[in-house]
């Protein structure tokens, strides 16, 4: 239960506040026209797979990120190919964020032999590491370490590249964030912990479940720089990024970014007014106040109204290119099912054993 | 009464009859995580014994052993076999050792309940039973209820013995509907195997999930003219097997379905002890193990289906050694 002294979020958690158009004075409109793109490409992915959901077509578990979008992209903008990204079971953001091409996943939740993980994993289980999307897997906190052990292996390659760690609110109630954090701070370590607090774990909100909500507290407590920002906003998320990533890539330490967003749909499946079985009764009327996308629209069009042709080219765009994607998805095979067995071993030779 | 409210009549009676009973774990208070077996059960009694938490599987397990070993009757909750994984230091390197280890007279009152729940395209970590894997360990008693009637007085008997159990549901049983006589108290030390049908041909081995197919198979089979005898495991560890020894001294044929990797499981150990009691000449045609491929469960809807054993498939390897004379 929650503390009453305890003083954390402040107005970050409420959905009243922070509906202002995002301000985007100062930034190249290329830039911002393809933070809007990434946006827009995240929400309508999944809106087209919750309808697929609905209709019966998609059967895997999804779960929804509508609302949260500007996390992954204004992190994912700061990012390159070569750094090493882990996710969790709602990471579709983080994939597409990423470049990676939408009809991977798209097949990929369609079950096809096409799809990012040739159809083994389903929504769970995302890959694209040629995008720097190394695995996004649905037992929870289970890649904060691991993302911690890309940092190690980054590290000792003597470059500059840093680790990702997506996570949620819920995440951070498992002993191994705790480690983790230790962990690479103590190792000094590049890695980026994102937490994404949108407030809920599955049907608990976090109220009921921390004295504090807000998760920066455990930065802190491990000696770890941090920065809290309002994750409904890419242009405060991505500047944020950009100090954090400047410290992590330099210094080889770690670092948590918390950002505090809102997940639109129930936890798990395409609708908004059930969540986990039973009927919804939180303030998302409000949060949808607090869209990201909507947000950044308005920003970009108070600084130049003639934007608008650019941002409805950027929604056409995406829709053609998700409609190509599925039409291609669609025709997809199902994975051989010689695969079930031949997938479970490597076939590849340790070409580096002896030295 | 179907099974899934055969579980919830079991914890209905537990919590009312014994103070003592607490529940803890994940998603208590959501249809979504344990189905129907708790619903409302903490507005009736409240919401300080019956404990949703926060994600911390390590801590909630450890927390029930604390409170074993301090005068409760926990029972750990985990909405997947899966998630309990997070947990095993506290289930095999304490709870299974406590009593032994400090000389056999701190026994720990708790029980570890865990979810099969799979199928749905959910893939390689939403799919576990892990059956064999707890079994493997002394010091932990573990049920796998099949029938309505056991998932409700297997969780009595579990909650009611003075030794950690792990006691694991299955959410593919949990509109299976048979009678149900009221709850009562039963000590678990008592409870082994059963057969749940007699019959004279195969003697057909099954636990929780696959027990439900081994029955639609022998009524099919029957159809064939076939007698099959159904054992029900129920209990793997202690482990009995002289109920199923004495089945195969009469029908000298052998399988087992088990709903889990084959290798190292239940089957295996139930193929040797029938040996051990039997001696090697005790089956007439070799016997047969049902299980998973030695493979994580695939999502693509094509492979998940031919993943998981069918009755038909049970009544194919039935004919195929009924062929042996
Ligand atoms: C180890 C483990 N425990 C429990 C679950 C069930 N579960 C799936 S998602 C989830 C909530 C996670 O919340 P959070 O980390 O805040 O992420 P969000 O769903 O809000 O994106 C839970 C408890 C799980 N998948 N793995």
Request: charged share 20%; hydrophobic share 40%.
């Amino acid at each position: 239960m929650r503390d009453p002294e305890y003083e954390g979020l402040g107005t970050l958690r409420s959905p009243e506040e922070h509906r202002t158009p995002v301000v985007t004075t100062g930034f190249d409109e290329q830039l911002l026209l393809r933070w809007h793109r990434a946006m827009v490409l995240i929400r309508r992915a999944e809106e087209v797979i919750a309808e697929m959901i609905e209709s019966g077509e998609v059967r895997c578990p999804c779960h929804l990120g509508i609302g949260q979008e500007a996390v992954a992209v204004g992190v994912a903008s700061e990012l390159t190919s070569s750094d090493r990204c882990f996710g969790a079971h709602r990471s579709h953001s983080h994939y597409l964020a990423l470049g990676a091409p939408v009809e991977g996943l798209l097949a990929e939740v369609l079950g096809r032999s096409t799809g990012c993980s040739g159809g083994f994993g389903g929504s769970m289980h995302l890959k694209a590491p040629e995008f720097g999307l190394v695995g996004t897997v649905p037992i929870v906190g289970a890649t904060i370490p691991i993302a911690v052990g890309a940092a190690l292996a980054l590290k000792l390659d003597g470059g500059n590249f840093v680790a990702v760690s997506f996570l949620g609110d819920g995440a951070t109630e498992e002993g191994v964030f705790h480690e983790s954090l230790n962990l690479a701070a103590s190792m000094r370590l590049p890695v980026l912990f994102v937490i994404e607090n949108n407030l809920y774990a599955s049907h608990l909100h976090i109220d009921y479940r921390q004295p504090g909500d807000a998760l920066v507290r455990y930065a802190d407590a491990h000696h770890v720089v941090r920065e809290l920002v309002d994750g409904n906003n890419v242009v405060e998320v991505a500047q944020a990024t950009k100090r954090l990533l400047a410290t992590v890539r330099s210094e080889r330490r770690p670092a948590v970014l918390e950002a505090v967003t809102y997940r639109w749909r129930g936890h798990v499946g395409h609708r908004e007014d059930v969540d986990v079985g039973v009927e919804r009764r939180d303030n998302l009327p409000s949060w949808k106040q607090r869209d990201p996308i909507a947000r950044l629209e308005q920003g970009m069009l108070s600084l130049n109204p003639q934007i608008e042709n650019q941002l409805a080219k950027n929604r056409s765009e995406v829709d053609l290119e998700i409609i190509e994607a599925l039409s291609r998805a669609r025709a997809a095979p199902y994975p051989n099912e010689s695969a079930v067995i031949a997938s479970v071993y490597s076939t590849s030779v340790n070409s580096k054993g002896s030295v | 009464m179907e099974y899934g409210e055969a579980i919830r009549t079991g914890f209905h009676y537990l919590l009312e009859s014994d103070r003592s009973v607490i529940v803890i774990g994940q998603g208590l208070w959501s249809p979504w995580y344990v189905g129907d077996t708790m619903r409302d059960l903490e507005k009736e009694f409240g919401t300080d014994r019956v404990i949703d938490t926060p994600v911390s599987e390590l801590a909630c397990t450890g927390a029930g052993v604390g409170a074993a070993l301090c005068g409760y009757r926990p029972i750990v909750t985990h909405p997947r076999v899966d998630f309990a994984l997070l947990a095993t230091d506290q289930m095999v390197n304490q709870a299974a050792k406590w009593n032994s280890m400090f000389g056999g007279t701190s026994p720990v009152p708790v029980v570890f309940r865990m979810i099969v729940n799979r199928g749905g395209e959910q893939g390689a970590q939403h799919s576990q039973s892990l059956y064999s894997w707890f079994a493997h360990i002394p010091g932990l008693r573990v049920v796998v209820p099949a029938t309505p009637q056991d998932a409700q007085d297997l969780l009595v008997a579990a909650t009611l013995s003075d030794d950690p159990v792990v006691y694991i549901d299955d959410r593919w049983l949990y509109d299976w509907d048979q009678a149900v006589t009221a709850p009562r108290a039963i000590n678990l030390a008592s409870q082994g195997p059963l057969v749940l049908r007699h019959g004279t041909d195969i003697t057909l081995v099954g636990l929780s999930w696959t027990t439900r197919l081994l029955m639609d198979a022998a009524n099919l089979l029957q159809t064939e003219g076939l007698s099959c005898e159904v054992v029900d495991l129920r209990v793997i560890n202690p482990f009995d097997a002289s109920v199923v020894a004495q089945s195969v001294s009469k029908t000298k044929r052998l399988l087992v379905a088990e709903g889990d990797w084959v290798t190292c499981g239940v089957g295996a150990e139930v193929i040797t002890r029938v040996i051990e009691e039997l001696g090697p000449h005790a089956l007439s045609v070799a016997p047969k193990r049902v299980g998973l491929v030695d493979a994580p469960a695939p999502t693509s809807k094509p492979l998940e289906n031919n993943y998981y054993p069918k009755v038909q498939d049970i009544v194919k390897h039935v004919n195929e050694m009924m062929k042996w004379q």
